[in-house]
T-cell receptor, first 115, second 112 residues
Framework: NAGVTQTPKFQVLKTGQSMTLQCAQD?????MSWYRQDPGMGLRLIHY???????DQGEVPNGYNVSRSTTEDFPLRLLSAAPSQTSVYFC??????????????FGQGTRLTVV | AQSVTQLDSQVPVFEEAPVELRCNYS??????LFWYVQYPNQGLQLLLK??????LVKSINGFEAEFNKSQTSFHLRKPSVHISDTAEYFC??????????FGTGTRLQVFP
């Protein structure tokens, strides 16, 4: 049981490049989400999903796309990277959006630098 | 807008001293409250949570938090901190069974 797995751990991109941050969970959780962590701003929700085939925007969705084709995977795509997207990204999952059955479990994070 | 406020961005304290990390949330019909801890270069781990029932909740490593509805607060306390408690602490709230919203974090620095 690996929990929430994020890849890669580190990434450097040039402005305008695209990439996908991978997130997988093996806990059969319905609810998955992506956050970005910036100094002094805490964790801000980018996108979330309440189940396969369903996604919705969070607080800071611009510049990011997501899809949820399976329960296990929730990739985050940067279509055209910008320096403002330099951040640490965390993926999280929980049984349902209320967290009543279990708390949110987090991956180890992806440190992204856009130059 | 619903929000979570952690007024203290940094809290320095000496080892074995008591500490309180403050968290306030927006008033709402129903809230679920959490404290997460993040050690350097790691992900977030749940420290404790309030879902219902007793307003005082405790963690296995000596932290406790009390849900105070009248003051819309969920402050985190520990009577005697250790060097190993040095970390960043995040308060988080689910309002009305919606998304999990985080505060900006408080960095606890414990000095010998």
């Amino acid at each position: 049981n690996a929990g929430v797995t994020q890849t890669p751990k580190f990434q450097v991109l040039k402005t305008g490049q695209s990439m996908t941050l991978q997130c997988a969970q093996d806990m059969n959780h319905e609810y998955m989400s992506w956050y970005r962590q910036d100094p002094g701003m805490g964790l801000r929700l980018i996108h979330y999903s309440v189940g396969a085939g369903i996604t919705d925007q969070g607080e800071v969705p611009n510049g990011y796309n997501v899809s949820r084709s399976t329960t296990e995977d929730f990739p985050l795509r940067l279509l055209s990277a910008a320096p403002s997207q330099t951040s640490v990204y965390f993926c999280a999952s929980s049984y349902d959006r209320t967290g009543l059955v279990t708390e949110a479990f987090f991956g180890q994070g992806t440190r992204l630098t856009v130059v | 807008a619903q929000s979570v406020t952690q007024l203290d961005s940094q809290v320095p304290v000496f080892e074995e001293a008591p500490v309180e990390l403050r968290c306030n949330y927006s008033s709402s019909v129903s809230v679920y409250l959490f404290w997460y801890v993040q050690y350097p270069n790691q992900g977030l781990q749940l420290l404790l949570k309030y879902l219902s029932g007793s307003t005082l909740v405790k963690s296995i490593n000596g932290f406790e938090a009390e849900f105070n509805k009248s003051q819309t607060s969920f402050h985190l306390r520990k009577p005697s901190v250790h060097i190993s408690d040095t970390a960043e602490y995040f308060c988080a709230v689910i309002y009305n069974t919606d998304k999990l919203i985080f505060g900006t974090g408080t960095r606890l620095q414990v000095f010998p």
